[in-house]
């Protein structure tokens, strides 16, 4: 959810000098830019995951706090709600073995904390949204305690001015409302960070764009949410509409939301930054004692703290990231697409995927963003959240006379987009072995038609056909995606259903 701050009341000057200081912030990113003060290619990718934790009976446990204690390192941190976690992978080198080595570190992180969870009776799930959570569950008071989850809450509340409304209609639909932003803790994500240099970003970032349909047509893994089942991806009509600023006047004026795709190609990372700025009021407005331009005069660099911490109350599903390491600035391209789980192979497979193609789309000759509307690749998106592996996307044809078509995504991904990804990850040197590994998953998954929301809802309605009431139809899915998830098996192999009962004697 961004940077730490700590809590205090705002008056009416704090929001005048916290605009005034972001446009000093913004006029420093685009002197670093026109100075090239930016670090040197490195190739560098990073990794966050958030995670629920759960009892033995698959319901969501309110013990963050308790687990973090026992898990004592940095590498865990508390997320919005006290039933999240959220685990950071350092930096790798996108090169050689590094999904190998990528999935050797989450597998002994995640053992090591779901064993540390069990301390208190508790233990980590990897999904994108928990089957079992309730309404009671997404409350304010299970907020975890952290100055800034309470303000940000306090701040969307007071800005939307009203009750937040839930509205998704998918295989079923959920209506309700929330007094807070609590539902959003509901969305679990994967997180894949590329560092890039200034004049990569606009490439790499509507390379990311182009293909966060495909990402989540192979990874949905998020089909219900207070005991509904909605779309195959359902974090992203959550997560814009629990922290939706808006009330219905506005959102009916064409404001934008918080939490949204975008509307355009960019050509710069300036871009993205200065729509922040221009279509935004600050929801956090702290100020920080640097003035940036001074601290550039005198040849330093500035850490542009107030461009970092709006930059986090804007909810893209591909964030700039500006962040300055060892005293060097870098950009990089955040993905959110992704929710998390099932295994760690499958989240591995997943980063490959995304790595592969964006390089590989970003150093086409003829990108793909100059031939597809970005009209279409956001309808794209939204096919993908509703439909997941099954949806049908708008992408160009192949050939000279140009145009697009529509394809199905697992034509479209097994015959375009992974001979693609293979040539990306050559491009990166990553090891022959492990790329075959790696994006045989994706292949699998197109194969059998089988990803993490598939999964889940096929078992879930075995259970029902089995006699189960729908309460515990989710809590035995739940528990039964927990133990295969443990397992480690990629999800496309995983069967279907419950295990049968053993006989008593």
């Known amino acids: 959810m961004g940077e730490k701050v700590v809590a205090g009341g705002f008056d009416l000057s704090d929001r005048q000098r916290y605009r005034d200081k972001l446009r000093r912030c913004l006029t420093g990113l685009e002197r670093l830019l026109a100075e090239k003060r930016f670090d040197r290619p490195r190739n560098l990718m990073g990794l966050e995951i958030e995670l629920n934790l759960t009892g033995t009976d698959g319901m969501p ?156 047509a192979v990874g949905a893994n998020s089909p219900f949410l207070f005991g509904r089942e909605l779309w195959r991806e359902s974090r992203p009509p959550l997560f814009q509409q629990s922290t939706d600023t808006r009330p219905p006047e506005l959102q009916a004026q064409g404001v934008r939301p918080r939490t949204w795709f975008g509307e355009r190609w960019v050509g710069s990372a300036f871009d993205l930054f200065e729509e922040n700025l221009r279509y935004y009021p600050a929801l956090l407005p702290i100020c920080d004692d640097e003035d940036p331009l001074d601290v550039l005069d005198r040849g330093g660099i500035p850490s542009l703290a107030e461009l970092v911490l709006h930059n986090g109350t804007v909810y893209r599903w591909n964030r700039p990231v500006y962040d300055v390491a060892d005293g060097v600035p870098h950009l990089r391209v955040e993905n959110r697409v992704l929710p998390a789980g099932p295994t760690v192979v499958d989240v591995v497979a997943n980063a490959a995927f995304y790595y592969g193609l964006v390089r590989a789309l970003a150093e086409d000759s003829r990108p793909v963003w100059t031939r597809l509307p970005f009209e279409a690749a956001a309808a794209n998106f939204d096919a993908a959240c509703k439909h997941g592996i099954d949806a049908r996307f708008t992408w160009p044809r192949r050939g000279r006379y140009g145009g697009t078509a529509e394809v199905d995504a697992v034509t479209l991904v097994r015959d375009e987009l992974l001979p693609l990804a293979e040539a990306g990850l050559d491009a990166w040197g990553i090891e022959p072995a492990d790329r075959d590994l790696y994006l045989g998953v994706i292949e699998e998954r197109c194969r059998r038609r089988q990803n993490g929301a598939s999964w889940q809802a096929a078992t879930f309605h075995r259970a029902l056909d089995g006699g189960l009431s729908r309460e515990a139809a989710l809590a035995a899915t739940t528990r039964r995606y927990r133990d295969l998830m443990l397992r480690g098996e990629p999800v496309h192999a995983w069967p279907v259903g419950l295990p049968e009962p053993v006989p008593a004697g």
């Open 61 to 216: 446990k309110m013990l963050n706090g308790q687990v973090l204690e026992r898990i004592a390192s940095r590498d865990f941190q508390t997320e919005l709600a006290m039933f999240n976690l959220e685990v950071n992978i350092a930096p790798h080198r996108l090169d050689d073995r590094v999904f190998d080595r990528l999935a050797e570190e989450l597998r002994t992180s995640l053992a090591y904390a779901d064993r540390k969870a069990a301390e208190v009776d508790a233990g980590i799930v990897m999904i994108g949204i928990l089957p079992t959570l309730d309404r009671d569950d997404l409350v304010s008071s299970n907020l975890s305690a952290v100055d800034r989850y309470t303000l940000l809450n306090e701040q969307i509340v007071a800005a939307r001015g009203e009750d937040f409304r839930l509205d998704i209609e998918g295989v079923e639909r959920l209506r309700c409302t929330s007094k807070s932003i609590a539902p959003e803790a509901a969305c679990t994500s994967v997180q894949l960070h590329l560092q890039v240099t200034p004049a990569r970003f606009a490439d790499v970032w509507n390379a990311a764009q182009t293909v966060a349909a495909a990402q989540i």
